[in-house]
């Protein structure tokens, strides 16, 4: 078995982190960077991270996220935040996304309609632009994940969370930006359980 499909195996949603383990600030700063690099639909970059890292702060979370003891166990928690308002076209944000590129204005006007065809199209316009926005924090945190497996450091995708009352802990204002999901980093309390999964034969078609 390669080394990527190990790690693979390895990943498993750990429920309760060894608190007193600490993630290496080298590490965890590969697993950022990791996260900066991963790809974004148009290039929009729409996903902010929050590490929260402070007894106090996760001390703070854990309770509007279910309770659940990965919050306060992990050794780093992540929390994703997505743009909304500023993605739909014209913005901008959109603007100097564009320009960052080295793109000209005329190459912004043409990539304002075709991002903006692409949302209406997918119907993720007005309010939908959340749904949008928040599978491109998907996208990076499987990067992030994927990455932290590989050295075999354990993780927690946390979607039991009151979204209103975590936006309001962080002061966000729900027109621009949103919290998508949290992911918890680490180092695992006790051993995987065992995973069970589809055949390959029942998961995959071929026409």
Known sequence: MNKFLESVNFRHACKLFDENKKI???SFEEILEVGRLA???????????????????????????WDQPQIT???????????????????????????????????????????????????????NIAHWSALQAYIMATYMVSY?????????????????????LYGLDSFKEQVSLIVCFGYRAKAQQPRYRISLDELVEYK
């Open 24 to 26: 290496p600030q080298e």
């Open 39 to 65: 790809p974004s639909s148009f290039g929009m970059e729409p996903t902010r991270l929050l590490v929260v890292r402070s007894d106090e702060a996760k001390k703070a979370l854990r309770p509007l996220c």
């Open 73 to 127: 166990t992990a050794s780093e928690v992540v929390v994703f935040k997505s743009l909304q308002s500023d993605l739909v076209p014209p913005s901008e944000y959109a603007k100097n996304n564009t320009l960052r590129r080295k793109m000209d204005l005329s190459s912004y006007k043409a990539f304002c309609e075709r991002l903006g065809s692409y949302l209406k199209g997918r119907g993720f316009t007005d309010g």
């Open 148 to 168: 932290a497996s590989y050295l075999k450091i354990d993780t927690c995708y946390i979607e039991g969370f009151d979204k209103d009352l975590v936006e309001k």
